[in-house]
């Protein structure tokens, strides 16, 4: 089993910063990628951004390009996720999750754990 714990989330202005974090424990794989997840209520649950085992590969969903910046530590088994300039339709739960291999996925279903989310809040 994995377990991730979310930290970081609060509540900010818009065109504010947040720094979230995800630690990793447990019985993580050889090698794994990770990912970021939001859900908005009543809205389903969607991809943010993801990075490869190495980081050299990172994903982002074109909704935060450009303002949203995914890296990870893997000597503290840790994804963090750089959120600058944020809007209030980037009020959300978001999700940190891990998937089994090298490379990130757009996919929730390719992602084998999750974490129990952290709120975040973005005021107009």
């Known amino acids: 089993q994995v377990q991730l714990v979310e930290s970081g989330g609060g509540l900010v202005q818009a065109g504010g910063s947040l720094r979230l974090s995800c630690a990793a424990s447990?019985?993580?794989?050889?090698?794994?990628?990770m990912g970021w997840f939001r859900q908005a209520p009543g809205k389903e649950r969607e991809f943010v951004a993801a990075i490869s085992w190495s980081g050299g590969s990172t994903y982002y969903a074109d909704s935060v390009k450009g303002r949203f910046t995914i890296s990870r530590d893997n000597a503290k088994n840790t994804v963090y996720l750089q959120m600058n300039s944020l809007k209030p339709e980037d009020t959300a739960v978001y999700y940190c999750?891990?998937?089994?291999?090298?490379?990130?996925?757009?996919?929730?279903?390719?992602?084998?754990?999750w974490g129990q989310g952290t709120q975040v809040t973005v005021s107009s």
């Open positions: 999750a891990v998937r089994r291999g090298d490379s990130g996925s757009y996919y929730s279903v390719e992602y084998d754990y």
């Open positions: 447990g019985r993580t794989f050889s090698s794994y990628a």
